[in-house]
């Protein structure tokens, strides 16, 4: 059974790019979550997608966005990028909430470098 | 809105000591909780979660978490550390808010094991 896969690893970008990042999450879920976890500090919501809309989202600019597609994988889209946007991105996927309680299982993650 | 604290940025145990880490939350309603595990440049592993029922939880690694309303805590515990338990831990809630069920992380706290 596949876990959550993250690509790609790592990424090095230059101040002002765009970067999309991607997740399939695990066999069976549905939901997908974005976490941003900067050096020393613990995972921050971005937002989450469900049924190919986005329906809960955090505190982030709207230079953050996102896309799930009908096989429920995810795409994390970052434009405009800041020296400040360098983290762990990490994939979350779970199933719906009818069906769990909010259990979240974790991709590796796609390590940002911005330069 | 929902928080979580985790007093403990880094904690020092002998292996084969017994091991608290602690965690105290912030939440309107009934509380998921969750106890996750990162090991250096990876992603974040769940060790155990507290729903509803028992107070007492059982997770993987031989972990065990203790959930207590009045003290609004949620302390994970190990009754004999194994080096390979170095990592940092990571306490988290669940909010259901929004139709989604996004998690709120801790800042976390580093375990280093001594041989």
């Known amino acids: 059974d596949a876990g959550v896969t993250q690509s790609p690893t790592h990424l090095i970008k230059t101040r002002g790019q765009q970067v999309t990042l991607r997740c399939s999450p695990k066999?069976?879920?549905?939901?997908v979550s974005w976490y941003q976890q900067a050096l020393g500090q613990g995972p921050q919501f971005i937002f989450q997608?469900?049924?190919?809309?986005?329906?809960q989202r955090g505190n982030f600019p709207d230079r953050f966005s996102g896309h799930q597609f009908p096989n429920y994988s995810s795409e994390l889209n970052v434009n405009a990028l800041l020296l400040g946007d360098s983290a762990l991105y990490l994939c979350?996927?779970?199933?719906?909430?009818?069906?769990?309680?909010?259990?979240?299982?974790f991709g590796p993650g796609t390590r940002l470098t911005v330069t | 809105a929902q928080s979580v604290t985790q007093p403990d940025i880094h904690i020092t145990v002998s292996e084969g000591a017994s091991l608290e880490l602690r965690c105290n939350y912030s939440?309107?309603?009934?509380?998921?909780l969750f106890w996750y595990v990162q090991s250096p440049g990876q992603g974040l592993q769940l060790l155990l979660k507290?729903?509803?029922?028992?107070?007492l939880v059982q997770g993987i690694k031989g972990f065990e978490a203790e959930f207590k309303r009045s003290q609004s805590s949620f302390n994970l515990r190990k009754p004999s550390v194994h080096w390979s338990d170095a990592a940092e831990y990571f306490c988290?809630?669940?909010?259901?808010?929004?139709?989604?069920?996004?998690?709120?992380f801790g800042t976390g706290t580093q375990l280093k094991v001594e041989l």
């Open positions: 988290a809630v669940g909010a259901l808010t929004g139709g989604g069920n996004k998690l709120t």
């Open positions: 939440y309107g309603a009934t509380p998921y």
């Open positions: 979350a996927s779970s199933l719906d909430l009818l069906t769990s309680a909010g259990e979240q299982y």
């Open positions: 507290y729903f509803s029922g028992d107070t």
């Open positions: 997608y469900y049924e190919e809309e986005e329906r």
């Open positions: 066999s069976g879920h549905d939901t």
